[in-house]
């Protein structure tokens, strides 16, 4: 069945076991989650991968409630049509006590995810299309009302113009801005066109580290916890680029000196102390001949991601996924 994203009260949670969030707003999707089940505390969230790769340990679980002795609540973010037939088999079968919301990307009218969850009478479907510059201004200017900070509406205009129909994005900058009020600080055009334009994501730098790392678990967590966006994977390949390129100079280096703590004391330019225990781990995971490899394999995700920018979250999610777990120290 289909619920307008303003209609979520009409959810009866003994019915409706299985939710389809669908569409660009992220930040909407997030703050629904957060306001339907911020007193439950028993929230985990998977990618769809690790889902299709261990389907019947996640089903006999699921229906053995060996990991659900109490109320569940289960995310499955970046959802394709690929999960479709685990969905239909749990949708067959009664459940106790476990809620599961399914997070898509855009999904055209021809998926059948989708037509599944709208045609059922007992599962529900929600669309979250992007917010409107109108919506954004009033939680911007209600934000700074809260605040008690003056800021002009052309300011606020300025905030919302940079933020592309995502609140979570909004949100972000928002805190920026009021971090930077604290010390007294007047909010001028120029201060906020300096501080929103400040590119520093952590977050990609950790997921490409980690991936390089092999640190699988890390990962996850990055993946689970972060919801890149399809312009963010393009900063993500090249960040992968970058990065490859210094490790098959450093594993190049290792594997004429054998000694790993002279390679990284003699590089060029020199690593950061911070970064020196994981590009030690990056070095021993990969070979020269394997980085190489893993450096042609990035020009071609580079131009798929390229080619089809609305399924490059999928397309950038599934090769990390692959790389974290591949074999390429020997």
Not at 152 to 162: H, Y
Not at 283 to 300: D, F
Request: charged residues 30%.
């Amino acid at each position: 069945m289909i619920i307008k994203s303003y209609e979520l009260n009409k959810l009866n949670f003994n019915q409706n076991k299985l939710i389809l969030f669908y569409g660009k707003n992220e930040g909407l999707k997030n703050e629904t989650t957060n306001n339907l089940f911020k007193n439950k505390n028993t929230i985990s969230k998977y990618e769809e991968k690790e889902i299709l790769e261990n389907t019947n340990i996640f089903l006999e679980d699921l229906f053995s409630k060996s990991l659900f002795e109490n109320e569940k609540i289960i995310i499955i973010k970046r959802v394709t049509d690929k999960i479709l037939k685990v969905m239909e088999e749990i949708g067959e079968k009664k459940i106790e006590d476990v809620k599961i919301i399914l997070n898509a990307d855009v999904l055209e009218k021809k998926s059948k995810l989708r037509s599944f969850f709208e045609k059922s009478k007992k599962h529900v479907c929600v669309a979250f299309y992007p917010d409107t510059n109108q919506v954004l201004s009033k939680l911007t200017y209600n934000f700074f009302h809260q605040k008690k900070i003056s800021i002009s509406p052309a300011n606020i205009n300025l905030i919302v113009n940079k933020c592309n129909g995502d609140r979570e994005t909004l949100f972000k900058e928002l805190d920026k801005i009021e971090y930077f009020s604290k010390n007294g600080k007047k909010i001028t055009e120029e201060s906020i066109i300096k501080l929103t334009n400040l590119i520093e994501n952590h977050s990609i730098s950790d997921l490409v580290d980690n991936c390089l790392a092999k640190n699988k678990k890390k990962i996850i967590n990055i993946l689970n916890e972060n919801n890149f966006s399809n312009e963010d994977c393009i900063m993500i390949t090249r960040s992968f680029l970058l990065k490859s390129k210094k490790i098959l100079k450093l594993s190049s280096e290792f594997k004429s000196n054998k000694n790993i703590n002279l390679t990284i004391s003699s590089a060029k330019p020199p690593i950061f102390w911070k970064d020196k225990e994981i590009t030690k781990q990056q070095i021993y995971k990969w070979t020269p001949e394997n980085i190489r490899k893993l450096i042609y394999k990035l020009h071609e995700i580079e131009l798929l991601v390229k080619k089809n920018i609305n399924n490059s979250i999928n397309l950038i999610t599934d090769f990390v996924l692959d790389q974290s777990s591949s074999n390429t120290n020997n």
